[in-house]
């Protein structure tokens, strides 16, 4: 049982069951996952983009977005560079990066791309719909007793968290050097639920990624928790 990325479950959903109600999830920006362009958007066609140890799940986000709502063909390039290096990537040459987690917050932070595409929100622009980014599974073959209480914890522990935000971006602001003010306003932006609007925005994602044929085409299934 395990945290993993959206487009990982996807692919490997005939393995897995989804845990109800936990996702990583925004209805709206995301922060942590932006689009970092020296010009705008729509001029990006035939130029260079680089993807940070981007995950799966954020670059086919970013590659729908480009194909479908900004109508261009960047070019996409694979960097080995770490994420956190920002001046690695900034020495490399690109006309936009894709950068997600703490990175992405610190990089908001410096200013240094005068156009910043918060992905999050360019997806309910589109769509209406929240984004899903992670979602909690277990495999089929698992326990079934053992992962109803691994989820009950994992409930208790959201619980916990989102009634002490502002000691967790206290923490978070000590161990990344990002500003409190940004990691309080991430922590308490971020959507940890998963409703069925969230159902809906995950299975529109799906769809647009099976019919590239980046995912199998396939239903969602949860774990039985009653």
Known sequence: MSVIS?????????????????????DGPVRSVALFSKQPVEQLGDRTVLLSASSRTSVGLLELLCKDVWKIRPKFAQVRAEAQDL???AALPHEAVLVIGDAAL????????????????EWKQWTGLPFVFA????????DPGAVRRGHEALLASRAWGLAHLELLAEDAAGATGVSLVACREYLAGLDYAFTYKHLAGLTDFFRRLAAEGIVPDGSLQFLQVA
Not at 6 to 26: F, G, M, N, Q, T
Not at 106 to 121: E, N
């Open 106 to 121: 610190a990089l908001a932070a410096r200013g240094t791309y005068p156009h910043r595409y918060d992905l999050g929100t």
């Open 6 to 26: 959206a487009v990982e479950y996807a692919r490997h959903a005939k393995d897995l069951l989804l845990l109800p109600d936990l996702a990583i999830s925004c």
């Open 87 to 89: 001046d690695a990537l």
């Open 135 to 142: 979602v909690w599974a277990a495999r089929r073959s698992a």
